[in-house]
Structure formats: structure tokens, C-alpha cells
């Protein structure tokens, strides 16, 4: 085999990882998160512009308000998480870059002063990012159930602001009983690359 990472890790990272739908009650901690947040900082975004935002919902109310606007089916694995975040773009994120990009801070006005324009790239980046925070969560030995079956509005207007877009709402824990569904078949190689 040509990869380099021991086939433990692939097997956590990605072979045997799969979306939880259940979960046990075990605490998810700030250090947990902090961790992973810790690891998946490093990969790539154009511009190192990393609009990724993360909303943790921890209390009670917080989680009762997000539930109103799941998907009746990913309601119940919402409530019953142990920590459930929410993964928006930063439509704002070129404020940041004259720090996140120090070597070209004219970046900030030279690319990104239209808004449409950021738009389009804080959602590609972040969901670039969003991508690593779950594996960044697999990593930390956990399980994440990420779902896009949520009413966007509600959760901006509850959550957010108008500078910010959800993305997806990530479940986080350890998987609890009966918490895969059988694997999903994959496309093979040759049907995804094609040599030029």
C-alpha cells in the first residue's frame, strides 16, 4: 500500500467512521473540542481566509430552539446528542485576512470587496473546513452525524446574523446502540478519475 498513515488510523478516519445517529450520554468537553479545533485550524483555504464558524450548542434552551428547525427525522438524534454544533460561513471573513494573509494584506480589498464575491468563496472554504472538523472529530476518537436537513432561515435568524450562513449542524459524541445504518456503496476508481 503507497499511504504513509498506519491503516489503524485510516481505519478511524475513514474506512470504519461512518454518520452516528445515536449516541451515548458520555460528555463531549470544551478540551475535547478545543482539540480538534486545534488540528483541522491547519488545512488549506484560499487566501488562508478559514471562514469556517462554530456555534457549540450546550444548554437546554439553546437546544430546544435549534430543534424546532431540524428535519422531523434528525430531531430526535439532535435532542439526544451530547453536544451538537453549528457550522456557518463568515461572509465577513476579509476583515480577517490582513492578519490571516499578512505576506499580501491588499487581498482583503483587492479580491474580496464585493460581497457576492465573498459569499461565494466563505461557503466553498468553509465547507472545505467543515469537511476537516469532521474528521477532526473522528480523530479525537469521536462520532459526528452531520446533517443539511434544517430550516437555514430559522437557524441563521435564531443563531446568527446576516454576515453568516449555516452550513450544517454537526451531532457530536460517542455512538450509542444501533448507531450506523449499513454502509452506503461507493463509486469505484476509475469511475470518479479520468487521466488526460
Known sequence: MSLVLDPTAQDLLFREARTANTFTDEPVTEEQVQAVYDLVKYGPTAFNQSPLRIVLVRSAEARERLVQHMAEGNRPKTSTAPLVAILAADNEFHEELPDLFPHF?????AFFAERPVRERSAALNAALQAAYFIIGVRAAGLAAGP??????AGVQKEFLDGDHTPLMVVNIGRPGEDAWFPRSPRLPFGDVVTTV
Open 147 to 152: 446533517m443539511t436537513g434544517f430550516d437555514f
Open 105 to 109: 494584506p491588499q487581498a482583503k480589498d
